[in-house]
């Protein structure tokens, strides 16, 4: 219910939800600047099956998702830490994933036309006042008041696409469905638990001693070549930029702090907030004067002192936080419905308001704690703002040396003269896997999916690392292989004692079976010089102390019945014998009250599942085309 308040008044958000549907991700800040640099806003970013993602498209995501994220986590947004982590790549990618679901719904001949728009606009509650849509003057007046400003046909060019989106998820997921026994099946498994008696046997208390012949060795290799197989390398020459070294030198002046303060005051300033608890007694669908008559009841025992947390929790109908007493925790204007905004802000700490009514019900507030509006001084944030204006600096240098090499660096045999000639260090890397750091640059995912899917020979465009930029060029390309035993021979060895260790580990539960089943678990542990340790209650998935998580106890624990001790459990790091202390399961009735929810989330996975994997294969078989260099001048 809190959430859906919220919603209802932070419009954008809402719409945004429409539009994007499962495919932006929310809550990404921008690293890139809106202004006459860079790429022109036609320029093109991307193209799936012709339909093209512009420099304007991209940008207003940022901005929009830069709103969202300051919103949440208060302006403090590590723009350095964000460039590393390649965020662009991701962003790009989300926007590829969105085309191609456009694309795929119009092969099929899925539309949404200007009746469907209009309808779903004149529905949206930011646009209603008392039931009624505002009129078209005032729409137009809050799209403008949206940072970024949107113009009508840009916001419902976005709704329209939100619609087609809707249409086309619905037209391959609608067939879907979820059975009674599913349901049953899945609560059972969420909310069953046992309390367990647990006798481990870690595999490392019985490895001293342990040997593994080379004989030994040499059969375990021979049966498990697979296991040590080394995956496929690339060796590269490259040359980097190295934006952290500009970033040292980078010199800026208070003049410049200052006007960067000024210019972005809204990131230091916190607004006015209230920390409130509320009962809700539901209108819709109900009595209204019967309602009414409730709430003032209990509004007569709020104001009399009762407790107004234990009034919550026994009577009010908002789901999202009736359990803990009603809290809402700190909100700042505009976060909920006007009424209830209005209220809120009026009231002082400890003050119960009178009955506020507004669309969801009849709401009785009670304010914790308010804060006032806040600003920090320019000299609290200096030092971070003087580290921002460096970055940018030297993000913007190493831009402009980036595309300067660029331009002459057209093949391997440039490397060298091309780096000499800007004071450029050009290295090469030993064979290095995928996922592997690479010697000179470091753990850079993006160097290191750019060199396998590289020809030999092929010189890259500008690439993103942690330090600034880097140029490459595969020099070789090793196959995966299956090494010979002497290179892998310690690993071998390893894995041979580490399996003696696990068997040495159930032949000792075995040999204790028969006792630990027969009599009192604790003595028999005690006798063998063993400890017992028994858990909480817990449920599948949860970790056990010295065993960690375990499918395979899992799988024997909740099959067994109170007082029920098992057989010895192969565990990875050893064995184990439980004994089932006690049972829980769910209160009678509990699953008829979250059947249809249960029912609706479970289907929605299965849908979404479904969905990702057809996507994912319609994918492929597109053209989808990126251009990185446009990418990286709108990331500079």
């Given at each position: 219910?809190?959430?859906?308040?919220?919603?209802?008044?932070g419009w954008?958000?809402?719409?945004?939800a429409?539009?994007?549907?499962?495919f932006?991700?929310?809550?990404i800040?921008?690293?890139?600047?809106?202004?006459?640099?860079?790429a022109?806003?036609?320029?093109?970013?991307?193209?799936?099956?012709?339909?093209?993602i512009t420099?304007a498209h991209?940008?207003?995501?940022y901005?929009?998702?830069?709103?969202?994220?300051?919103?949440s986590?208060?302006?403090?947004?590590?723009?350095?830490?964000?460039?590393?982590?390649g965020?662009?790549?991701?962003?790009i990618?989300?926007?590829?994933?969105?085309?191609?679901a456009?694309?795929?719904?119009?092969?099929?001949?899925i539309?949404?036309?200007?009746?469907?728009?209009?309808?779903?606009?004149?529905?949206?509650?930011?646009?209603q006042?008392?039931g009624?849509?505002?009129?078209?003057?005032r729409?137009?007046?809050?799209?403008?008041?949206?940072?970024?400003?949107?113009?009508?046909?840009?916001?419902e060019?976005?709704v329209?696409?939100?619609?087609?989106?809707?249409?086309?998820?619905a037209a391959?997921?609608?067939w879907?469905?979820?059975?009674d026994?599913?349901?049953?099946?899945?609560?059972?498994?969420?909310?069953?638990k046992?309390?367990l008696?647990?006798?481990a046997f870690?595999?490392?208390k019985?490895?001293?001693?342990?040997?593994a012949?080379?004989?030994?060795?040499?059969?375990?290799?021979d049966?498990?070549?697979?296991?040590?197989?080394?995956p496929?390398?690339r060796?590269?020459?490259?040359?980097?930029i190295?934006?952290?070294?500009?970033?040292?030198?980078?010199?800026?002046?208070?003049?410049?702090?200052?006007r960067s303060?000024?210019?972005?005051?809204?990131?230091y300033?916190?607004?006015?907030?209230?920390?409130?608890?509320?009962?809700?007694?539901?209108?819709?669908s109900?009595?209204?004067?019967?309602v009414?008559?409730?709430?003032?009841e209990?509004?007569?025992?709020?104001?009399?002192?009762?407790?107004?947390?234990?009034?919550?929790?026994?009577?009010?109908?908002?789901?999202?936080n009736?359990?803990?007493?009603?809290?809402?925790?700190?909100?700042?204007?505009?976060?909920m419905?006007?009424?209830?905004?209005?209220?809120?802000f009026?009231?002082?700490?400890g003050?119960?308001?009178d009955?506020?009514?507004?669309k969801?019900?009849y709401?009785?507030?009670?304010?914790?704690?308010?804060?006032?509006?806040?600003?920090?001084?320019?000299a609290?944030v200096?030092a971070?703002i003087?580290?921002q204006?460096?970055?940018?600096?030297?993000?913007?240098?190493?831009q402009?040396?980036?595309d300067?090499?660029?331009?002459d660096?057209?093949?391997p045999?440039?490397f060298d003269?091309?780096?000499?000639?800007?004071g450029?260090?050009?290295?090469?890397s030993g064979?290095?896997?995928?996922?592997?750091?690479?010697?000179?640059?470091?753990m850079?995912p993006?160097?290191?999916?750019?060199?396998?899917?590289m020809?030999?020979?092929e010189?890259?465009?500008?690439?993103?690392?942690p330090?600034g930029?880097?140029?490459?060029?595969?020099?070789?390309?090793?196959d995966?292989?299956?090494p010979?035993l002497?290179?892998?021979?310690n690993?071998?060895r390893?894995?041979?004692?580490?399996?003696?260790?696990?068997?040495?580990?159930?032949?000792?539960a075995?040999?204790?079976?028969a006792t630990?089943k027969s009599?009192?678990?604790?003595?028999?542990?005690?006798?063998?010089?063993?400890?017992?340790?028994t858990?909480?209650?817990?449920?599948?998935?949860?970790p056990?102390?010295d065993?960690?998580?375990s499918?395979?106890i899992d799988s024997?624990?909740?099959?067994?019945?109170?007082n029920?001790?098992?057989?010895?459990?192969?565990?990875?790091?050893?064995?184990?014998v439980?004994?089932?202390?006690?049972?829980?399961n769910?209160a009678?009735g509990?699953?008829?009250?979250?059947?249809?929810t249960?029912?609706?989330?479970l289907?929605?996975?299965?849908?979404?599942?479904?969905?990702?994997?057809y996507?994912?294969?319609?994918?492929?078989?597109?053209n989808i085309?990126?251009?990185?260099d446009t990418?990286?001048?709108?990331?500079?």
């Amino acid at each position: 219910m809190l959430d859906r308040m919220r919603r209802h008044k932070g419009w954008l958000k809402w719409s945004l939800a429409i539009v994007v549907v499962s495919f932006i991700l929310l809550y990404i800040p921008s690293f890139m600047r809106n202004s006459a640099e860079g790429a022109a806003n036609n320029a093109v970013v991307a193209q799936v099956e012709g339909r093209e993602i512009t420099a304007a498209h991209f940008r207003r995501v940022y901005q929009q998702q830069m709103q969202a994220y300051r919103a949440s986590y208060g302006g403090n947004i590590d723009e350095k830490l964000l460039k590393q982590l390649g965020v662009d790549q991701r962003i790009i990618q989300q926007l590829i994933e969105e085309e191609a679901a456009l694309a795929e719904a119009q092969r099929l001949g899925i539309t949404a036309s200007d009746a469907e728009v209009r309808e779903r606009i004149l529905a949206l509650p930011a646009f209603q006042d008392n039931g009624q849509f505002i009129g078209d003057a005032r729409y137009r007046q809050l799209l403008r008041m949206q940072n970024p400003p949107m113009r009508p046909d840009e916001f419902e060019e976005q709704v329209r696409r939100g619609i087609v989106s809707e249409k086309l998820q619905a037209a391959l997921t609608g067939w879907q469905t979820i059975s009674d026994s599913d349901v049953t099946r899945e609560f059972a498994r969420r909310n069953e638990k046992v309390k367990l008696a647990v006798l481990a046997f870690p595999a490392d208390k019985f490895r001293e001693g342990l040997v593994a012949s080379d004989a030994e060795v040499s059969k375990y290799f021979d049966e498990h070549k697979d296991t040590f197989r080394i995956p496929e390398k690339r060796r590269i020459r490259f040359l980097t930029i190295d934006q952290e070294a500009m970033r040292a030198k980078a010199t800026v002046t208070g003049q410049q702090i200052e006007r960067s303060y000024n210019e972005n005051i809204q990131q230091y300033s916190t607004p006015e907030q209230v920390r409130a608890s509320h009962i809700l007694l539901k209108t819709e669908s109900k009595d209204d004067a019967a309602v009414k008559k409730q709430a003032e009841e209990i509004l007569v025992k709020a104001k009399g002192g009762a407790d107004f947390a234990e009034l919550a929790k026994k009577y009010s109908q908002d789901d999202s936080n009736a359990s803990k007493g009603g809290d809402l925790d700190y909100f700042g204007r505009g976060r909920m419905v006007p009424e209830f905004d209005d209220a809120a802000f009026a009231l002082q700490p400890g003050q119960i308001s009178d009955l506020v009514k507004t669309k969801f019900g009849y709401h009785i507030i009670k304010l914790v704690d308010k804060k006032p509006a806040s600003q920090r001084t320019l000299a609290e944030v200096r030092a971070q703002i003087e580290d921002q204006l460096k970055w940018d600096q030297a993000q913007s240098q190493a831009q402009k040396l980036a595309d300067d090499v660029a331009k002459d660096l057209k093949k391997p045999a440039d490397f060298d003269s091309v780096g000499r000639a800007r004071g450029l260090q050009v290295r090469e890397s030993g064979f290095f896997q995928q996922d592997e750091p690479i010697a000179g640059i470091g753990m850079a995912p993006s160097v290191a999916q750019q060199a396998f899917t590289m020809s030999t020979g092929e010189v890259s465009d500008p690439i993103r690392t942690p330090q600034g930029f880097a140029f490459i060029t595969v020099l070789q390309k090793q196959d995966p292989s299956v090494p010979k035993l002497d290179e892998v021979k310690n690993k071998v060895r390893d894995e041979v004692l580490k399996h003696k260790a696990i068997e040495a580990a159930r032949q000792k539960a075995a040999a204790l079976g028969a006792t630990l089943k027969s009599g009192d678990l604790d003595k028999a542990a005690k006798d063998a010089g063993l400890q017992v340790k028994t858990t909480e209650l817990v449920a599948r998935g949860a970790p056990i102390a010295d065993l960690g998580v375990s499918p395979a106890i899992d799988s024997v624990a909740f099959a067994l019945p109170v007082n029920g001790v098992s057989d010895p459990i192969v565990t990875e790091n050893g064995a184990a014998v439980v004994k089932v202390v006690e049972k829980s399961n769910a209160a009678a009735g509990e699953l008829e009250k979250q059947k249809e929810t249960l029912k609706t989330e479970l289907l929605n996975e299965r849908k979404q599942r479904f969905y990702a994997s057809y996507m994912a294969g319609a994918r492929k078989r597109m053209n989808i085309k990126i251009n990185r260099d446009t990418l990286a001048q709108i990331v500079a």
